[in-house]
């Protein structure tokens, strides 16, 4: 073994490290959780949970003592992100089937997909019936708008970016594509909260946005959603899909009237509860963003000196929620000797595989870990949507090489999550941590050994 390389160990947020000295582990108590909203929450949350308690009105639509707590955060939501309509979930899920409901999406038609993403926005697509199309990722680690190009058909009804890991994909340029092709596009800002270009906020580049307030994201309630759109017919569609297949007048009334948004529902609204948090959340999502932002350039600014080491580009860093660094190694070999380093210095959370992981390890985020799509698992007994006769010419592979540019970079690219909450100590452990894995792993004899 190559002095002062740690061999691989058992399972665990800290990795025993048994070879000899000289290595002393840089940390000996594992970093926070992701969950940037949570870290902050205090009494106001409290505060807004027991107000909707004691109106014991907890549903959105009516009760003994309505606090509009559902309309309010729209109403705010959709005024920080600067768009017309937003209609409350309860998750972001829900929120894809909605919006894709809204847009019509159905058998016959092929719906352009990023290689990684989460499973939710395959499940969607094929929910209703419509075919899914992987498109390779490039160098922001969203949708390579070449690859999206080269595979529009006749059939392809629109396109689906999601914006990874905190910072935006290229919105602007997809935006011109779905237009100039007369395709939907659809945004999922579910793990951007709060992201931007030049100002703009992602999910109001598309024809409608979505986005997850789950425990993970920037801004919770531990479950819900939201879908965003400046189109009002759009959005009286989403309004009946994601109750009970009618819209609803601002009285709150049925409006059994509107034809064409006639549907059926999906019951996914929203509870006064969640709303509440929600909006206490939303008070708080730029300081959440400035902490997580703060601790991700010290990193990035230390890694930059680095010519072995890529960065994941970023669009535009003021825009970039900053709640993940995706840093991209020369090769496999190397970034799973960093990775295990890393790892036996106690750059670790106590959640198992959510953080410090190589992207290909990262579950259901990459298309080839996700089982039920390798075996074209339908949704019902005549295997919906793959086995349907309208969906005969959209015969897709979508096997581990079917992106090979994507596969490159999961194969090669290591995720830390950065949590809201890193004190002073615990980006200098990180920053210590990370000079001396680069030091020894990229050293001349080491990195000859590693990658051989
Ligand atoms: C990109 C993306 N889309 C959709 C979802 C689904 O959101 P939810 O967990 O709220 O259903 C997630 C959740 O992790 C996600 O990361």
């Known amino acids: 073994m190559v002095a002062g390389k740690v061999p691989a160990v058992a399972k665990g947020w800290f990795r025993k490290v048994t070879h000899r000295p000289p290595f002393q582990p840089i940390r000996k108590s594992p970093l926070p959780d992701e969950f940037p909203g949570v870290h902050r929450m205090d009494l106001d949350e409290e505060d807004a949970v027991l107000r909707v308690c004691r109106s014991r009105s907890l549903y959105r639509y009516y009760g003994v003592d309505p606090q509009g707590e559902v309309d309010a955060f729209e109403r705010e939501f959709s005024a920080s992100l600067g768009v017309r309509y937003a209609l409350a979930v309860t998750s972001g899920t829900a929120a894809l089937h909605t919006a894709l409901t809204a847009l019509r999406v159905g058998p016959g038609q092929e719906v352009i997909v990023p290689a990684y993403m989460w499973v939710s926005v395959i499940a969607a697509v094929v929910n209703l019936g419509a075919i899914p199309v992987l498109a390779e990722i490039d160098d922001t680690f969203c949708l390579d708008p070449r690859s999206v190009r080269s595979l529009i058909t006749p059939r392809t009804a629109g396109i689906i970016l999601v914006h990874m890991n905190g910072a935006p994909g290229d919105a ?10 007369g395709l939907f596009l659809l945004e999922d800002c579910a793990q951007c909260v709060g ?8 999910g109001t580049f598309g024809d409608i946005g979505i986005f997850s307030f789950q425990m993970n994201k920037n801004m919770t309630s531990g479950e819900a959603g939201c879908v965003v759109t400046n189109d009002e017919a759009l ?4 309004l009946s899909s994601h109750d009970c297949g009618y819209s ?7 409006r059994l009237e509107d034809e064409a948004s006639f549907g059926w529902g999906r019951g996914s609204r929203m509870d006064e ?6 909006r206490v959340q939303l008070r708080r999502l730029p300081e959440v963003i400035q902490s997580m932002q703060h601790s991700k350039y010290r990193l990035r600014a230390l890694l930059e000196g680095y010519e072995e080491v890529q960065l994941r580009r970023v669009l535009d860093t003021a825009g970039d929620t900053s709640c993940f660094l995706l840093v991209v190694l020369p090769d496999a070999a190397i970034a799973r000797a960093i990775n295990e380093r890393l790892r036996a210095h106690g750059i670790v959370t106590s959640s198992a595989e959510t953080s410090n992981v190589i992207l290909e390890d990262y579950g259901m985020h990459i298309y080839f870990n996700i089982p039920a799509l390798q075996r074209k698992i ?6 919906t949507p793959w086995t349907l006769v309208e ?3 959209s015969v897709y592979n979508y096997a581990r090489g079917a992106c090979p540019q994507s596969d490159d970079l999961f194969s090669r690219t290591q995720l830390l999550v950065i949590p809201s909450c890193l004190c002073d100590q615990d980006e200098e452990d990180l920053l210590a941590a990370f000079r001396e894995v680069l030091e020894v792993v990229l050293s001349p004899d080491v990195h000859a050994s590693v990658s051989r």
């Open 172 to 181: 602007p340029t997809l935006a011109a594509i779905a237009r100039e092709y």
């Open 195 to 202: 992201g931007s270009i030049d100002g703009q906020k992602v």
């Open 235 to 238: 959005y009286r569609k989403a």
């Open 248 to 254: 609803r007048g601002e009285d709150g009334l049925l």
């Open 273 to 278: 509860l969640r709303a509440a948090i929600l």
């Open 378 to 383: 339908g949704t019902d007994l005549r295997g």
């Open 391 to 393: 969906n005969r010419d």
